[in-house]
């Protein structure tokens, strides 16, 4: 087995606060808006300005320029068009040339013949047979991985989907290699669904304790490649169930939080977002589960760097699937034996909190959601 290196967390939370890994955050915060007809907030606005600016740049463009990570990413709609050829049974030959003849123009051979490499060995690894019936999360984890082939040494960006079965045991799920951002493509979802998963409510990256299982699962789905970094820390925040973001519904106690933001006093932060969960629980128990359940999440957004941190402090927001929740009626009565989901929260809601022992906070959750669904 190779040998695997896993950077610490403590030395990506530092690169994230100094800067480093920036485009990648501010790429997903864009993605997520993708399909929305909200408006950008202005600071997003004006990054993405930049971003789009570095598209035309004649430094990247230049012929013969090393190609690295996130001058990829500034070309996604290629690498799109890669992937969907390769999904249709072309060869890597026949992608290049496809791409060359419509984007010549516009980049150079090498950026296309490194897009067209990321395609080499399979695109989606599934596990083979059906899935057992898990839990309504599906978890994923961002890896960096080197991969030789030949005489030549590439790093991807993978990622590595798993769930929980209704005790706890983790069930490995498939791989696959990423763009510039962690993202979920149709095709995933299409392999969960043929396996027999049922829709996933959420998606998280997985805590610290279920370590050895995804290193086992990545030397599984990856068997040629060598794990180099553990990116969760860098794309966590984001990935989490706040990463759709719209407009702003906490007023007074949104502004209490971000007063605190502004200091960075992230104890008054954290007291005032539990704050703002007990109040709003009071007026629906589904929506202050939601945003206790959310707290972590937004300490993680906080963190950022700054510009980003006013981006989310714009649109702080409950998730989508909170809205669904609170707007069915009856929602104490039938709604928790009836969906999953909704046993998820009330598990969070009825459990004893503990965010400093998230590890612990999560097996917690596993044995009160086993209790409901025996319940059920």
């Not at 430094?59 to 690498?79: N, R, V």
């Not at 789905?221 to 990116?231: G, R």
Request: aromatic share 8%; glycine share 6%; hydrophobic share 40%.
């Amino acid at each position: 087995m190779a040998e695997k290196k896993i950077s610490e967390k403590s030395e990506l939370r530092s690169r994230r606060r100094s800067g480093q890994g920036t485009d990648c955050l501010v790429q997903i915060l864009l993605n997520a808006y993708k399909g929305s007809d909200e408006a950008l907030p202005p600071e997003l606005e004006s990054l993405k300005e930049e971003l789009q600016g570095e598209l035309t740049s004649p430094a990247l463009l230049k012929a013969g320029k090393p190609l690295d990570h996130h001058s990829m990413g500034f070309f996604p709609h290629i690498e799109k068009e890669a992937y969907q050829l390769a999904r249709i049974g072309k060869t890597d030959t026949e992608i290049h040339d496809s791409i060359l003849s419509r984007h010549g123009t516009r980049v150079t051979r090498e950026f296309i013949e490194a897009a067209v490499g990321k395609l080499q060995g399979g695109t989606d690894l599934w596990s083979e047979g059906p899935a057992p019936e898990t839990l309504p999360i599906l978890f994923i984890k961002p890896i960096k991985v080197r991969k030789q082939d030949g005489g030549r040494v590439t790093e991807l960006l993978a990622a590595l989907a798993f769930s929980f079965d209704k005790k706890g045991v983790p069930v490995s799920l498939g791989g696959w290699i990423a763009g510039n951002a962690i993202e979920l493509p149709r095709s995933v979802f299409t392999s969960l669904r043929v396996r027999g998963l049922s829709d996933a409510a959420f998606i998280a990256v997985p805590p610290d304790d279920t370590e050895p299982f995804w290193s086992d699962a990545a030397q599984r789905f990856f068997p040629q490649a060598t794990i180099i970094q553990d990116l969760s820390a860098m794309y966590y925040p984001l990935t989490l169930p706040f990463a759709k973001i719209s407009k702003a519904r906490l007023t007074r106690e949104r502004n209490r939080i971000a007063a605190a933001v502004a200091e960075e006093d992230w104890e008054k932060a954290s007291g005032a977002l539990n704050t703002a969960a007990d109040d709003w629980g009071k007026v629906n128990p589904a929506l202050g589960a939601a945003l206790h359940f959310a707290i972590p999440v937004l300490l993680s957004l906080f963190s950022l760097p700054a510009p980003i941190r006013r981006a989310v402090l714009q649109g702080i927001d409950m998730h989508p699937i909170a809205d669904e929740m609170i707007s069915q009626e009856k929602f104490r009565q039938t709604g928790l034996r009836a969906d999953p989901m909704k046993r998820l929260y009330f598990a969070q809601l009825h459990s004893e909190p503990d965010w400093a022992k998230p590890v612990t906070r999560f097996s917690q959750v596993l044995r009160e959601i086993g209790k409901l669904s025996e319940g059920s």
